[in-house]
């Protein structure tokens, strides 16, 4: 991490009020915090925009585990895609419903052809798919 930089920056005053709203319900101690935040939130969503960029993340799934043959299809899906995959996590919710998180890394494109392949799979009930450049 480099040196800390000082700058100013000038806002309108009704801009800075929300602003400092908003601060304080997320629980930022200061300005400048929450300014460091946003600007490597913006950086992040402008990484995200590339197809090929290097990411990280997951894909979360809740699927009811009694649909026939979904597990199935599932596993078929995730062994297609095995390169990317980092490991899976399965919890049972109840007599029905379970939740997966799948830990995936590559290429942005690849792992949103396999979120969106999960996703459109009959039985699966909501998918999410969260991730973050390398």
Known sequence: MGKLTRFGVSVNSD?????????????????SK???DFMRQTIVNCELSNDSSQVVG???????????????????????????????????????NCFEAIIVKGEKKSIEELAS?????????NSTLRLIPL
């Open 58 to 96: 997951s894909i979360n799934i809740i699927y009811d585990h009694h649909r026939r043959e979904l597990l199935g299809k599932l596993t078929d899906i995730q062994h297609d895609f095995q390169a990317i995959i980092l490991s899976s996590h399965h919890i049972h919710l109840g007599h029905h």
């Open 117 to 125: 392949k999960i996703k459109s799979t009959k039985g699966v009930k």
């Open 34 to 36: 929450a300014i460091e």
């Open 15 to 31: 801009l800075l009020v929300k602003f400092d709203s908003v601060l304080k319900n997320q629980n930022y101690s200061t300005r």
